[in-house]
């Protein structure tokens, strides 16, 4: 077996030349792009919007990543404290990541991180974080999306597998032998879930039996760039740049869950440049004059990050995966390895923004205007509910109030109705900013804060959960679906009220299921969630 890995790794190396259909020239420096303003502005505003970053998706892991990919200055210490607060997690946890029982793209993620900065991942706090990838049926409990990124996880520096035998002491793992992860294993787990695979219309992936959507599609290529000198491997790999060519809309963009998104762009960018495929120039993705590189750019919200979706405002999880594209991208346009490649890691590239900026490319941004920030927090903490001694607080006999939530809320609930099944008077709804005010005839959404306030005291705060609303604007729709599916698949984060609204069985287990339960609701093919 470990013949199998070094010939697959040695035979990385030539990849770029071995498969020519996944050559394209490219520009020869990043000015060229026009995207080093938005670079630029972008890696600022997460070195001040997460001063310090913290082990989870949103404000952790990949925020880390895109700086040190983009080889942005940070603050003195930045990476540093953000390890300090990894040894800890570890320590705490005797080697257990949160939540990574059921999700072993904890410790994916965490890899990948970690070794961007420059970290030995075998050896953090005295735990070697490969560990937890060397059971094949843990690792692909949560599917294809498991396979993918403990391959794109151990392959950023060529990491060995430990013996799952060797590492049951620590991970706690059955000593199976059989059950023994290998690359070999997860390539091919990947290549059998290719959609109609053995068949004239095989091509792309995705999380649910059906069409292929992009965000899988690409990260599947992330995952198999490396071995696409295997003769089964290029071809499930041109099969999915075909299906990529061909979901890509008129204006650049790609959609899934019956939304244009920032996420679905960015992944393909960086599937692309790993394939060292110029997403701007290549025929195959330059529609009607738009590329994805341009159609991600109409998301930048002016003065740095993206929008989730058009006509929002800016978006944490959004603006995290729009660096690491721009990242991916800048790389690739500089020669440089791509964006999980991490052999030059900590210290291999860095971005020079005094290039900027040439926009021989046509590449411009002409969205201009500055937003405010984004009203949906997927990755929101609930606020602790204060309330004071000697005093009732919200009460319903249409809804319920139950450990910081106000539950039951049906979608489409207008403010005057909400109030009017309030029992106290005095109770104000404010939007996910807990400062700006709902209005009559605005729906209550998921998210929002619901205030007692007597006199000057704010007496209660709650959060309102509408059960299928996790984009907190009070409707159910595909938008939800997806969502529910990225959380599912550990894409996005879902915490507080938003966790809440997502678990509609209430078994606290986000699962492909209630996305697919949401969509059908949205299109009204199921009369209940």
Known sequence: MKKYVSFLVAISLIITISIPVFTQAADSSVGGTGIGVQLSATMSYLTTSVPAPSFGMGGGEWTVMALARAG???????FENYYKKIEKVLKDGNGILPDSEKKKTEYSRLIIALTSIGKDVTDIAGYDLTAWLSSMSKVTRQGINGAIYALIALDTKNYDIPDITSAAS???YTADTSDQASRQKLVSYILERELGKGTENAGGFSLLPGEPDPDTTAAAIQALAPYCSMADVSAAVERAVNVLSDIQLPDGTYSSWGSVNSESIAQVIIALTALRIDPVHDNRFNKEGNNPLSALLELYVEGGGFRHIPNTGLNAIATDQAACALAAYARYCDGANSLYEMSDAPDGWRFDDSNDIDNTTGVTNSNTQQTTENTTKTNETTKNTTIQQGTSGISSQKYIIDGGFIKNISEHTALETFLFNINESGVSVFLND???ALIAGMPVGTGMLVKLIYGD???QECFAV????????????????RLALRCSASLVTLTGAFLTAADINGDGDIKASNARKILRYSAQLEDTL
Do not use: F, R
């Open 72 to 78: 942005h200055h940070v603050p003195d210490e930045y």
């Open 466 to 481: 509408v059960k299928g609303d996790i984009d907190g604007n009070g409707l159910i729709t595909a938008a939800d679906a």
């Open 170 to 172: 620590v991970t706690g």
């Open 434 to 436: 807990g400062d700006t």
């Open 457 to 459: 005291s704010v007496i």
